[in-house]
């Protein structure tokens, strides 16, 4: 929790699964010891937590205003507005985060920022980050016949660097020794800004989140569909040739097996 304090920018990244969203959720419930004005770009079961979209931080936009002093930001899924593989088509339309991304320490901000892969946070995001976490290994609760959850805890072990450089050097020789079939080395190096540790979240922060809640944007194209008919691979037979064709929608094949016209059929003829 102090690291998130002391850091205006961090980022989390972490394979699916590793608890990226459920560390958010846990920083929403923990951060509000230090402050009362806590952020979050996806949906929480907390009176206390604001709503918060991109344009908050935009300083070209003029309808959502920038949160105020000791906020804290918890931004999931930053791949879904920014893509960082692509930093210079997305400066020319991001640019007016910029402002944001160089002065968050200023305006006495902490934001946190999850991407799968460390080349999916946009590179002036990453390279600004004084936090790098890294989620390692979740320890989920335990089911027991009788009884609700036998342990009604998440453990959570992860890694924290003070930057994008340190965490690259630890990866890389993290990768040489799996190659060599050792383990990888979990031990903190205070030199390096390297820490390794565990925390414990109940089971209750869990349930705060849906890990799901953008499903509804499926209805978006759902609903203008007017003929919804699904087939069964047993029915593909009694459908022609040309229908399985239209069916399937596999370009290369349409596009190369269409009739060709007959010299004598252009209206030029």
Same mark, same amino acid.
């Given at each position: 929790?102090?690291?998130?304090?002391?850091? +205006? !920018?961090?980022?989390?990244?972490? %394979?699916?699964? $590793?608890? #990226?969203? =459920?560390?958010? &959720?846990?920083?929403?419930?923990?951060?509000?010891?230090?402050?009362?004005?806590?952020?979050?770009?996806? +949906? !929480?079961?907390?009176?206390?937590? %604001?709503?918060? $979209?991109? #344009?908050? =931080?935009?300083? &070209?936009?003029?309808?959502?205003?920038?949160?105020?002093?000791?906020?804290?930001?918890?931004?999931?899924?930053?791949?879904?507005?920014?893509?960082?593989?692509?930093?210079?088509?997305?400066?020319?339309?991001?640019?007016?985060?910029?402002?944001?991304?160089?002065?968050?320490?200023?305006?006495?901000?902490?934001?946190?920022?999850?991407?799968?892969?460390?080349?999916?946070?946009?590179?002036?995001?990453?390279?600004?980050?004084?936090?790098?976490?890294?989620?390692?290994?979740?320890?989920?609760?335990?089911?027991?016949?009788?009884?609700?959850?036998?342990?009604?805890?998440?453990?959570?072990?992860?890694?924290?660097?003070?930057?994008?450089?340190?965490?690259?050097?630890?990866?890389?020789?993290?990768?040489?020794?799996?190659?060599?079939?050792?383990?990888?080395?979990?031990?903190?190096?205070?030199?390096?800004?390297?820490?390794?540790?565990?925390?414990?979240?109940?089971?209750?922060?869990?349930?705060?989140?849906?890990?799901?809640?953008?499903?509804?944007?499926?209805?978006?194209?759902?609903?203008?569909?007017?003929?919804?008919?699904?087939?069964?691979?047993?029915?593909?037979?009694?459908?022609?040739?040309?229908?399985?064709?239209?069916?399937?929608?596999?370009?290369?094949?349409?596009?190369?097996?269409?009739?060709?016209?007959?010299?004598?059929?252009?209206?030029?003829?």
């Amino acid at each position: 929790m102090n690291f998130v304090w002391d850091n +205006p !920018l961090s980022v989390i990244i972490g %394979k699916l699964g $590793t608890g #990226k969203t =459920l560390l958010l &959720t846990y920083l929403s419930q923990t951060m509000k010891l230090l402050t009362d004005e806590i952020y979050s770009n996806y +949906p !929480l079961e907390d009176d206390k937590v %604001k709503v918060l $979209t991109f #344009k908050n =931080l935009d300083f &070209t936009d003029r309808t959502k205003p920038v949160p105020l002093d000791d906020s804290v930001i918890l931004f999931d899924e930053s791949y879904l507005y920014i893509d960082g593989t692509s930093p210079h088509d997305e400066k020319k339309v991001h640019s007016g985060k910029i402002p944001w991304i160089v002065l968050a320490r200023h305006f006495g901000h902490r934001a946190l920022f999850t991407a799968q892969r460390e080349g999916m946070i946009w590179n002036n995001i990453r390279q600004l980050a004084s936090g790098i976490i890294i989620p390692i290994s979740l320890k989920k609760p335990v089911a027991k016949k009788g009884f609700n959850f036998f342990n009604r805890f998440f453990i959570m072990r992860m890694g924290i660097f003070q930057d994008i450089t340190d965490y690259e050097i630890w990866k890389t020789k993290s990768v040489e020794r799996t190659a060599e079939g050792k383990r990888v080395k979990h031990k903190s190096d205070v030199g390096l800004g390297i820490r390794f540790f565990k925390i414990i979240i109940p089971l209750e922060f869990a349930n705060k989140y849906d890990s799901q809640w953008l499903k509804f944007v499926r209805d978006l194209k759902n609903d203008e569909i007017v003929n919804k008919k699904e087939y069964y691979w047993s029915e593909i037979t009694k459908l022609s040739v040309k229908e399985r064709l239209e069916l399937f929608d596999i370009d290369i094949l349409k596009k190369n097996l269409k009739p060709k016209k007959e010299k004598g059929n252009s209206k030029d003829d």
